[in-house]
């Protein structure tokens, strides 16, 4: 796609993204959108057909970034060169904190696993559940391939693991947001990714 045209569709994403949080996914509309941005209907059915792809293009994208953090040709190539345990651990720790951030930075995702985004259907919400479930994969993968390389305690399950990272940070910025808190503020992302290091790196590391 010409680099006009995705930013356009950025454009698209980004304001309907607004508006389903702060008016509902149900009351939010196409003509809405296309107002706010001042384009023709036609414009935004250049890119989505309806109203639920843009919402899937937002649950695709986060997927798509936490894929490009966990590049595990990344790992293996880092893990060729024999780095020292504090230099593998912060490698390991920089990957994970970039994976919650972007969990973080799209309270939406938060809001619909919560079902705390009015008008979302039952389409939706397995939509929503897939999404979850390929992040966790995603991460297990991860965890699975360090315990492997013999960083991580060997009773370690990868699974339950990624499942209670995804869980932990989501319950986290569903509470901040809630309470109309930045969740950036006092390090929460540094202080998750090292509860999850303390309790998966083996003692010698």
Known sequence: MPPKGERRK??????????F???GFQSTH??????KLNIARGTVY???SNKKEILYAILDSVI????????QDDMKEYFKSSPDPKAMVKFINNRISKCISVLVNEPIV????????????????DRVNLSVM????IIAKEVAEIKNLGVFKNNVDPDITASMIVGGV????????????????GSVVDSIANNYLNGVLKQSN
């Open 10 to 19: 950025l454009q698209i994403i980004e304001t309907a993204k607004e508006m």
């Open 64 to 71: 798509d970034d936490i894929e490009d953090i966990f590049d």
């Open 110 to 125: 938060i809001r619909l696993i919560f079902r705390d985004i009015s008008g979302i259907d039952t389409e939706v919400v």
């Open 46 to 48: 250049q890119y989505f």
């Open 21 to 23: 949080i702060q008016n």
């Open 30 to 35: 196409i003509g809405q959108v296309c107002e």
């Open 134 to 137: 390929s992040i966790v994969k």
């Open 170 to 185: 989501m319950m986290i910025v569903y509470e901040y947001d809630k309470k109309n808190l930045n969740v950036l503020d």
